[in-house]
């Protein structure tokens, strides 16, 4: 069973950076994709950004030129930059992988921005 550990949530002031982690368990370059997604309370998970075994990237309209997701295959590792952080980007954030008809999801990260 893959599992994916996020880490790297904490509560920050509006302005300020975070850089999230999700390690898998097996080898990334069995994952077509890998997602960060969002839920913030009584609201819907959200998709907050992707990026492919490629390398293609994408991005909500929410996060673009704040956040930046990059991947290291050598460490099994996804990373999520998250610059320019605004109250409304606080939520839980998970890491999501994709591989054939099988989805993974790991267990969460908090990130609370406020002042």
């Known amino acids: 069973q893959v599992q994916l550990v996020e880490s790297g949530g904490e509560m920050v002031q509006p302005g300020g950076s975070l850089r999230l982690s999700c390690a898998a368990s097996?080898?990334?370059?069995?994952?077509?994709?890998m997602r960060w997604y969002r839920q913030a309370p009584g609201k819907q998970r959200e998709l907050v950004a992707g990026?492919?075994?490629?390398?293609?990237?994408n991005y909500a309209d929410s996060v673009k030129g704040r956040f930046t997701i990059s991947r290291d295959n050598a460490k099994n590792t996804v990373y999520l930059q998250m610059n320019s952080l605004k109250v409304e980007d606080t939520a839980v954030y998970y890491c999501?992988?994709?591989?054939?008809?099988?989805?993974?999801w790991g267990q969460g990260t908090q990130v609370t921005v406020s002042s």
């Open positions: 999501y992988a994709s591989r054939g008809l099988n989805a993974y």
């Open positions: 097996e080898n990334m370059n069995s994952f077509v994709v």
């Open positions: 990026i492919s075994s490629f390398g293609n990237t």
